[in-house]
C-alpha cells in the first residue's frame, strides 16, 4: 500500500516579544500568568527561546515560567531573570545555558486558538529597576502551505 504525499511546503512562522521591568512592574510581576503570544488554532511549536539582554534586580528573585492556559510551565519551568542567558526549547529536546526544564514543549498542537503565557515572580513585588528579556517562538500552522515540491 503506497503513502499518498502531500507537496504542500511552509515556512516557519516566528512570533517575538520584548518585554522590559516597567511592562511588568504593577501589572504582573507577582506570578500571575499573562497572555504574550497569540497562536491560531492547528499552530504547532517547533521552538523558541527565552533571552535575558538585561538582568532584572528585584528584590531576592526574578524568575520567569513560560506556558499556556492548559499547562503553566509547558515550555520553561524555571528561567532566572537575574542571570544573563539563553533559556532553549526545541522540538524534542531542551537546551539550555542555564538550569531548566519543559513538561511537554515543542511538538504541541494546539487544537483551538490560544496564547502562550509568562509568568513573572519577583522576590518581591514592584521592585525592579532594571530588567528585559525577549521571547521567540516559531510555529507551523497544520493544513497551511504556501508552496509546492514535487
Same mark, same amino acid.
Given at each position: 500500500?503506497?503513502?499518498?504525499? $502531500? ?54 528573585? $526574578? ?16 528561567? $532566572? ?35 502562550? $503565557? ?33
Amino acid at each position: 500500500m503506497a503513502i499518498t504525499k $502531500d507537496s504542500g511546503r511552509q515556512d516557519a512562522l516566528w512570533a517575538r516579544l520584548v518585554v522590559g521591568y516597567a511592562d511588568g512592574k504593577n501589572v504582573f510581576d507577582d506570578g500571575t500568568a499573562t497572555e504574550a503570544i497569540d497562536l491560531p488554532a492547528g499552530a504547532i511549536v517547533t521552538g523558541g527561546y527565552v533571552r535575558v539582554n538585561t538582568v532584572f534586580n528585584s528584590t531576592t528573585s $526574578d524568575a520567569l515560567v513560560v506556558g499556556d492556559g492548559v499547562d503553566d510551565n509547558r515550555y520553561i519551568a524555571a528561567c $532566572d531573570l537575574q542571570t544573563l542567558g539563553h533559556y532553549h526549547f526545541i522540538m524534542g529536546d531542551v537546551l539550555t545555558a542555564n538550569t531548566t526544564s519543559a513538561t511537554v514543549g515543542p511538538g504541541y498542537k494546539y487544537p483551538g486558538a490560544d496564547t502562550v $503565557d509568562i509568568k513573572w515572580t519577583a522576590g518581591t513585588a514592584n521592585t525592579a529597576t532594571t530588567g528585559e528579556f525577549e521571547i521567540v517562538l516559531s510555529y507551523i500552522v497544520e493544513d497551511r502551505a504556501c508552496e509546492v515540491q514535487g
